[in-house]
């Protein structure tokens, strides 16, 4: 008799995972919930007029400081409230600006990194919830064995295995996932860091410019 071949879709195998794998699957959309909203926010932030200084540096040398204020509320950019903020305090010492300069820019890079942790939360919790899984899964596979007795059948067992492999495959897959997700933000939030530490040394140079 010729063997008969039987085909599983991925979404029959993550249904033998039981609930282990609704709870992977709630983890993953969250995921990919944060990375998307993330992302856009933190390109969002990069994105501002490349002119920007430069009409800041003219407005400075002409004495207009409150145009400066204007443009940069008319700019919703975190580089253009941290400048707003230290053409507040002109007239303090320089040591003051800058500090308030820093400070707005930690908090802006607080802003940004807002749900972060929860995505590297995941990356690290899902395998183990998949592991979690995996033990469930064999639990139930020996006692299953231990109430047949001398009856041991294979379909008996195979819930409880199924469990066992697809959960430990499903939790990796979420924290691969979620860990690549992670990455990629902590990379460009990164690079926000970056570009708000030049244009503050930069609004610096200029109000040590002499006039």
Not at 10 to 21: F, P, Q, R, V, Y
Not at 31 to 36: E, H, N, R, W
């Amino acid at each position: 008799m010729e063997a008969t071949e039987i085909k599983l879709s991925i979404l029959d195998l993550a249904m033998k995972g039981g609930w282990i794998m609704a709870v992977l699957a709630v983890l993953s959309i969250i995921a990919v919930y944060i990375f998307i909203e993330r992302f856009i926010v933190v390109k969002r932030a990069t994105q501002f007029d490349k002119s920007f200084m430069d009409r800041i540096r003219e407005y400075m040398k002409d004495g207009k400081v409150e145009s400066a204020k204007a443009l940069c509320k008319g700019s919703n950019s975190p580089i253009a409230r941290m400048i707003e903020k230290g053409l507040s305090r002109l007239g303090r010492p320089l040591s003051d600006i800058n500090t308030t300069i820093e400070n707005v820019g930690t908090l802006e890079v607080a802003k940004l990194e807002k749900g972060v942790t929860l995505l590297s939360m995941i990356a690290s919790a899902s395998p183990m919830i998949g592991f979690l899984g995996t033990v469930t899964g064999m639990i139930r596979a020996f006692y299953n064995m231990s109430m047949a007795g001398n009856n041991i059948d294979i379909e008996l067992l195979s819930s409880g295995i199924y469990e066992a492999m697809v959960t430990t495959v499903g939790g990796l897959i979420v924290g691969i996932i979620a860990y690549i997700f992670y990455t990629i933000i902590v990379a460009k939030i990164q690079n926000v860091v970056n570009l708000l530490e030049a244009k503050a040394t930069e609004f610096m140079d200029v109000l040590n410019e002499p006039a």
